[in-house]
């Protein structure tokens, strides 16, 4: 009787396992992302419940039947717009875009809803750069459709600096023991997006040249986001020299925590570049999956400083590993949304000590951030390293 | 609300009220915590992308269970098994409560040992059963077993872990 008391007990603490409100938070925030990217594909079994509850009541079923028919959804829709307006209304802005008259119900009161149901200031800073995001986006999709004005430029530019700004001020409030890491990650998620939709935008405005008066607005969204780029670069270059001024043991875990989230990146971006193959043409997708390959380079790179006991510089190469991968992910993606071929730029690292003096033109040696990785990597790597066999697996 | 609306809210609801579950299930299968964390995403997300593509599930748990499973036995092919003392040196943290911490550490650290010490069938189902509050029946679906065998292992499973703890108390 004892011995069953005890594994009852035992049993008892066990259960009470669970996940860190943020780390709940985290997953949450990558499975609506993921959702986003992969709705639901329409199709008549789709009418069904995703799934069955044990008992269904007959009401269910009439009420399943009722709505099965789309024409009848939409005219609810219709009738749920003007009689109860506000929640009508919120749902039909969702896809608006800058302009449009629903597009502020989006901005000033969707967006801001689901910010409340956000708990932590980690989280709240991660949903203000999927905002930073998805602004980027909306103005490619109006950049690509010839709607600029400048109205819309400057409603645009407003919104990427108050969502830069939030986000900046929630991870001012972050003093936990991780604060250094999670600074880290998401100033690297932002320098990610700004610099991949600054090449986009540099793309869209290239091609516009001179065709219409419209492209004199993307040119200037586009220094905007440049210069917003640098300012998240110079960011990153004071995060490393904080995370410097940790113990090693602290660097340590914060490099194999970076090392275990480049190698997620890079399996999420693999996938990702699969289901987008269709949409994509074929040089953009050999383009993409090349950058992986570097991506996995960087993350053996990173390996060896690892081994060598250089734990800064292989939290940096990690970081890299991640940002081309993330790069790469944004390219594809709005490649695929735009319909416009993109011409996925090539992330190449060169390990030659002629390095200093490549192209500052070339938008793979395009900033200090990585001329001086590059740099570090010269110094510590003397022989050619192995691609991470099991990433390998999954690239190829 | 759209069916597409209603189905992404349904799986959202699914997410935060299984996340808990499928965590801790793959917390004491692999004893890695960040690891636990990267196989509940992976649970989910494989989950999302068999329902976003029409396909229906009649009990979305045990579905969850399964994706679980499966991702644990196929990262425990690519590795090799771990000590307890490997598991210590991780680090132990699989309490929510810092102060119930240190009181729950000994306790924590008993369990884990236990399980560990179990042979891998009657590991799952003892983690299954006992941690995860399962019926028989859910764990037959979830391993592709008859309820006889699953009945039986969990019978012999207990049959051990009493052992263990008799062993203990001497």
């Known amino acids: ?396 | 609300m759209s069916d597409k609306d209603k189905k992404e809210k349904q799986f959202l609801e699914a997410y935060n009220k299984f996340s808990d579950a499928i965590f801790r299930h793959c917390y004491y299968c692999i004893f890695d915590r960040e690891e636990a964390k990267d196989f509940t995403q992976e649970t989910f997300l494989r989950a999302w992308k068999y329902l976003s593509e029409g396909k229906e599930v009649k009990n979305i748990r045990a579905f969850l269970y399964k994706i679980a499973n499966n991702i644990i036995i196929d990262n425990s092919r690519k590795k090799k098994s771990i000590s307890l003392d490997q598991i210590i040196e991780k680090g132990f943290s699989p309490k929510i409560d810092e102060r119930e911490k240190t009181e729950n550490y000994f306790s924590g650290k008993e369990i884990i040992k236990i399980i560990n010490s179990l042979d891998g069938k009657y590991r799952d189902v003892i983690v299954m059963k006992y941690i995860d509050d399962l019926s028989s029946k859910e764990i037959a679906s979830i391993l592709d077993e008859t309820e006889n065998n699953v009945y039986v292992m969990i019978h012999r499973g207990f049959d051990k872990v009493r052992k263990i703890l008799e062993e203990q108390e001497k």
């Open chain 1, 1 to 396: 009787m004892k011995i069953e008391k005890k594994f009852k007990n035992l049993i008892k603490e066990a259960r009470k396992t669970i996940l860190f409100k943020e780390e709940k938070e985290g997953i949450n925030l990558n499975l609506v992302k993921f959702i986003k990217e992969n709705p639901v594909v329409r199709n008549p079994i789709l009418e069904r419940p995703l799934y069955n509850p044990e008992t269904k009541s007959s009401f269910k079923i009439i009420m399943n039947y009722l709505f099965e028919k789309r024409m009848r959804a939409f005219a609810f829709l219709a009738i749920a717009i003007l009689l109860f307006g506000g929640a009508g209304i919120s749902f039909a802005a969702q896809g608006s875009l800058p302009g449009d008259p629903l597009y502020p119900v989006k901005v000033g009161f969707n967006e801001k809803v689901l910010r409340m149901v956000l708990f932590s200031d980690e989280a709240k800073a991660k949903y203000d750069i999927q905002l930073v995001q998805l602004r980027l986006q909306e103005a490619e999709k109006v950049a690509v459709d010839k709607g600029l004005n400048s109205a819309k430029t400057a409603e645009l530019k407003n919104l990427l600096d108050q969502h830069i700004a939030d986000a900046k001020s929630h991870l001012g409030n972050i003093k936990n023991s991780n604060a250094a890491d999670i600074i880290a990650n998401i100033d690297s998620e932002l320098e990610s997006s700004l610099a991949a939709h600054s090449q986009i935008l540099g793309k869209i405005a290239d091609v516009q040249k001179g065709q219409d008066k419209t492209a004199a607005f993307v040119k200037n969204i586009l220094s905007d986001v440049q210069e917003k780029t640098d300012k998240a670069r110079i960011d990153i270059k004071n995060n490393y020299s904080k995370l410097s001024g940790q113990s090693s043991a602290d660097i340590l875990s914060s490099a194999e925590g970076k090392l275990k989230s480049a190698g997620n990146k890079i399996k999420e971006v693999a996938n990702f570049i699969e289901n987008k193959k269709s949409n994509v043409s074929e040089s953009a997708y050999n383009a993409a999956k090349n950058n992986l390959k570097i991506a996995n380079d960087e993350i053996s790179d990173g390996q060896v400083l690892l081994d060598a006991k250089s734990y800064n510089d292989a939290f940096d190469q990690f970081q890299a590993a991640e940002q081309t991968a993330q790069k790469t992910k944004i390219y594809v993606q709005q490649g695929a949304n735009l319909k416009i071929e993109l011409n996925i730029p090539e992330i190449q690292i060169k390990k030659d000590a002629d390095s200093e003096n490549s192209d500052s033109s070339n938008i793979n040696q395009q900033d200090n951030t990585d001329q001086n990785r590059i740099n570090r990597i010269n110094k510590n790597i003397s022989n050619q390293v192995e691609i991470n066999p099991q990433i390998k697996n999954i690239i190829n």
